[in-house]
């Protein structure tokens, strides 16, 4: 049955904590306190100057291979790793049906009066003011894309800060570990001072592979997965206002759409 295409509404996107990152990051971190307290000593795991050269030489050292406005642009992406505005592809594939049909029974210019209930998709909402404006669609499908590519850039670029991050964090570890062998045996002849330099020894190690491991490259392949979530939503926008600018069948962008939608999220819209 053909939904009713004068709802537009809009596509739902859902803005709230991603809880597969969250319970992940604090699962792992607990099941880790854990062993370390079934030890009998989680003190000795807790050293300041080895915190200061994991942490902060990490952080240091990445920053040199970015820029500064890369290094922020991180930061802000990874909050929405945690705060995570998802739009189900399948929803999306329904939205740009119902515009599709609008368009074919009401005309282009109708689409002028439901610009507003666009503006919360950027992407969309560029596509539709370009085919209300008159633009050819080889032209919109064409800006479209680049703006596509560049946010893929984007999020390229700040899964790659996090990836040199987990590079770096051993590394600096293994500094860490450096040091302190060189503090302990330089003070061989004072006892007090071996189990401190040996703390900072392996510490230091242990805290680079924490971070590389259960923080930095889990949170870079989540990057991977939700811009490839919104590279997928995006071409089917694309698609959408190349089809409804040539004034195409909704019924074979349909077919378009579904094509390019894993089988378990395509759509059945005319039926």
Do not use: W
Not at 167 to 180: D, K, N, R, S, V
């Amino acid at each position: 049955m053909v939904q009713n295409p004068d709802s537009i509404g809009g596509a739902h996107r859902r803005t709230s904590i991603d809880l597969a990152t969250v319970i992940g990051l604090i699962c792992a971190f607990v099941l880790i306190g854990a062993a370390i307290v079934l030890g009998g000593s989680p003190s000795s795991f807790f050293d300041v100057p080895s915190v200061l050269i994991v942490v902060g030489g990490t952080l240091a050292v990445t920053t040199v291979c970015f820029t500064p406005l890369e290094m922020s642009r991180t930061m802000r992406v990874l909050l929405k790793t945690v705060f995570h505005s998802a739009r189900d592809p399948s929803d999306a594939a329904l939205h740009v049906l119902r515009i599709a049909e609008m368009a074919r029974r009401r005309g282009v210019m109708a689409l002028q009066e439901s610009l507003p209930a666009f503006e919360h998709d950027a992407f969309l909402h560029k596509g539709i003011s370009l085919i209300v404006d008159g633009t050819p669609s080889e032209e919109i499908e064409a800006m479209l894309r680049r703006d596509m590519h560049a946010t893929v850039q984007r999020h390229q670029s700040s899964a790659g800060v996090l990836r040199k991050a987990a590079e770096f964090a051993p590394a600096m570890g293994l500094i860490g570990t450096l040091i302190g062998l060189v503090q302990m045996l330089g003070n061989l002849d004072d006892p007090s001072s071996i189990g401190p330099s040996m703390a900072v020894a392996l510490i230091t190690t242990f805290y680079g592979a924490v971070l590389a491991n259960m923080v930095f490259s889990p949170l870079a392949a989540k990057l991977d997965r939700n811009s490839a979530e919104e590279a997928l939503v995006n071409s089917l926008y694309l698609m959408g206002a190349g089809s409804v600018s040539r004034q195409e069948n909704p019924r074979r962008l349909e077919m378009m759409l579904n094509s390019v939608l894993p089988p378990a999220r395509r759509v059945r819209y005319f039926d």
